[in-house]
């Protein structure tokens, strides 16, 4: 007989009548239900409560921290010199006559300059400015540098000596009640402007907590006869029988979430966070070993909060210094690496935090960081930075790329480069200046080996094919009007040298190496007219097809290898396609119309692929005020011709899995409204109309990585943005959604972006309009809102991050009294269907 059962009904009844009375032994037991909760198992506290301080939310007294509240780590760095790095050892294996050897250890790169890791020594108390103003100063550069060798400006260590972590303080409870701690507002998102008049703080109802075991009631002090005093223990025995039951029920449920009836669309949210002082300007950051670091930065000082997997603040760090272009972002190691600006924006912090919040300076440079921030394989950083004018309304000046190793050794090189990593971490840089242009690769161990690319050569950006073959170009004219292109290939340890007659134009990635456009003409000057060449590239061989007789636009490359090349030059009297075999045999195809070729740039398609899956080649032209779609076969015949819809104008593209599609846009006289409409050209299928116009915040076709494809418009004259989805046959698979205003985020391209993706392919969008703020998930139903997030007009919440089991993590940031920037993360889980 189970121990709740001993009394038995006449006892238990006995005993609520005051006639009998009994000895009960049980587990303790108490709980307390928010409204936040969705069960009675899990106990909050009052995080919505800015009073209520969360290890960084306030300030509190402890023993271990300096004047101004941080502690003093030392940080060791993984070398004493330059020459513990690997870095350092520059040199050449095997180089063809093309190639200037650079073996000379005197050598001096006119791009290159190198900057010894820093270091520091513990910080001592009281070192830390209590305020830092504009009026500042910081070493200058050296005035008399030559222009051809730029020398990279390292400040002193004790220019910043505020790189020390904040260890967690007590772990605080719903009882623990603080003052508000006044935070400037943020400095990195010009959105964020105290007005003149404060917006309304909103508060959140506050928690009562309310003992199961009430004490007996005390004698009243009015005239009344007393009522009868409640019994604890009749109250224990109910709540032990009512704890019973719902244990059997709700065994196999985890008791934060018990949707006994969830409808497509419900949601499980883990928790709010307590208020993180600062505003966020990117969710929370998720390292490999599953650490999740949330940054804020206000008022001069950046916090980097270490959270647990239900999005609480574990600790937090601080330091000096307010974000910049290159957004926080992990190491394989598992540690956080960010990049800060000085007050006066003159000089560029990187600092790591790791899991326990522990702060190391890894470098400072010269230049406010004004990229990206990426991070190779092997743990080494790449950013750019630049020199910001005195005056606001000028211009900012390009300065220098910086690298610094996984050891944390610093070297730069030319503003203007180009680079690429593959899987393991090795870089492959191209630097330009003055004319001058250097190939660099920087393997994984260190060990770097460089080749001068011929003056004024204009070089391509490196290319890597799925091989991971890099393939760069370089475009050379002689003395006499000779017009040639180089194309250096690197395999491994291997790099050669070959040359394709013309200078280079169009380029189109293959599997396993690049379609080529090469082009001629008379003299110095381009026109517009000459010769055109097509070449198909291996990292083996180079296949060169006939000399085709005018410019062309627009080349595509099929699985095959065949080539189709429109040919747009003005001098010819014909409508014409080239099409050029695996052989470089040339055949020309003329189409019944006037050949149109749309160049919208990157901002087309974000995720697709540059070559497509089959063996046609896709052609628009128009005839008689309508346009068609010629679908051209190997052979050289026209396999079919696709009428598009009045109005349509197209444009091909093509998905990651060289799915053939058609951007139609909707617009002229014949058309009542403008919009957009995707056609699958290999099934022939529309997608149903999408109304607006080219996206504004994104591109007009975003693909994610179960390849569903998403069709964005812009409806004016505000933000509201359209979302449809499709798949490769053309099918729509997510229905028309609309986004009041989309919040915006940064890819790793540094892209502006309003669509994120779960790990399971999910497309996820946030808006950030008073009467819909939340994250929305793009379902086969539609747009369903999974987290309702806090509306502030000067706030800004931020795209959501997701952990490898696909929990996600969305940054709000708000605005409150008083020029207060308060920042709460909330966690939840995918949607939930019954």
Known sequence: MAWEKRIGRVGALAVALGIGSAVVGMPCISWAQTEESSSAGVAKSDAGDPRTDTNGAGESSSSG??????????????????????????????????????????????????????????????????????EQTYPDVDANEADDVDAEVSLPDDFDTDDTATPPSTQP????????????????????????????????????????????????DTEDPDGPAASPLLLTLLASAWRSVTDRVDAAQPASAVPSAAAPGD??????????????????????????????????????????????????????????RAQAAARPDGSLIVVTASEGRWSTTVRAVDSDGNVTRLATVFGLADSPLTVGADGALYFKTVIRPLADDLPAIDYRFVRVSANNFTRTYSYDTDFELASDGTAHLVSSRFGFSTLR???????????????????????????????????????????????????????????????????????????????????????????????????DSI??????????????????????????????????????????????????????VRDRGDRLVRGGSAQSNDDFGY??????????????????????????????????????????????????????????????????????????????????????????????????????????????????VVPLSTITSPALGTNADGETVILVFGPDGTAYV????????????????????????????????RLPTFGADGTGYVANTVYLDGGIFETTVTSFTPTVSV
């Open 65 to 134: 921290r300096d004047d101004d509240g941080e502690t003093s780590p030392i940080a060791t760095p993984d070398s004493d010199s330059p020459a513990d790095d690997s870095d350092v050892a520059d040199g050449l294996i095997e180089v063809s006559d093309d190639e200037t050897p650079i073996d000379d250890p005197e050598w001096v790169d006119p791009d290159e300059s190198v900057d010894l890791p820093s270091y520091f020594d513990t910080e001592e108390r009281g070192d830390r400015p209590t305020e830092v103003t504009d």
């Open 173 to 220: 409870t719903a009882d623990t009640v603080q003052e508000d701690a006044a935070v400037e507002p943020a400095v990195t998102d010009p959105g964020m402007v105290v007005p003149a008049s404060p917006a309304t703080q909103v508060s959140t109802p506050p928690t009562v907590t309310t003992s199961l075991a009430v004490p007996a009631a005390t004698a009243s």
């Open 267 to 324: 949601t499980s949210v883990s928790a709010i966070s307590a208020p993180i002082r600062g505003g966020a300007s990117q969710s929370p950051v998720i390292a490999d070993d599953g650490t999740i670091y949330q940054v804020t930065d206000g008022g001069g000082t950046t916090r980097v909060s270490i959270l647990d997997s239900d999005g609480q603040v574990v600790t937090t760090s601080e330091f000096d210094g307010v974000g910049t």
């Open 441 to 539: 690769t920087i393997y994984s161990s260190g060990w770097t080996r460089a080749s001068l690319l011929p003056y004024g050569s204009d070089p391509s950006a490196p290319m890597v094919d799925q091989d991971g073959t890099v393939y760069v170009t370089a475009g050379v004219q002689g003395l006499f009007g000779t017009k040639s292109t180089r194309v250096y290939t690197i395999e491994g340890a291997s790099r050669t040298v070959r040359s394709i007659a013309g200078l280079p134009g169009e380029m189109v990635l293959t599997a396993n190496g690049f379609g080529l456009e090469t082009f001629t003409f008379d003299g110095y000057t381009d026109d517009g007219t000459g010769t055109t060449y097509i070449s198909i590239v291996t990292a």
């Open 543 to 596: 296949v060169t097809s006939d000399v085709i007789d005018g410019r062309i636009e627009g080349l595509q490359v099929g699985s095959n290898g065949t080539a189709y090349a429109p040919i747009v030059d003005p001098t010819r009297n014909d409508n014409a396609v080239a099409v050029i075999d695996p052989d470089g045999e040339v055949v020309l195809v003329v189409v019944p119309g006037m050949v149109v």
């Open 619 to 732: 052609v628009n032209y128009t005839a008689d005020g309508t346009e068609y779609v010629a679908v051209l076969g190997p052979d050289a015949a026209v396999a079919r011709t696709i009428e598009l819809p009045e109005g349509a104008h197209g444009t091909v593209f093509f998905g990651p899995d060289g799915s053939a599609f058609e951007l139609l846009e909707y617009y002229g006289p014949s058309v009542s409204e403008y919009g957009r409409q995707i056609l699958a050209l290999s099934t022939g299928a529309y997608t149903s109309f999408v109304p607006g116009n080219s996206a504004i915040d994104d591109a007009d076709v975003v693909f994610g990585p179960d390849g569903t494809g998403y069709l964005l418009t812009h409806v004016s004259p505000e933000y509201e943005t359209n979302i449809l989805g499709f798949n490769a046959a053309g099918d729509t």
């Open 766 to 797: 946030v808006d950030r309009s008073r009467d819909d703020s939340g994250v929305y998930a793009l379902t086969p139903s539609g747009a369903q809102k999974l987290v309702e997030l806090e509306y502030s007009q000067l706030g800004d919440p």
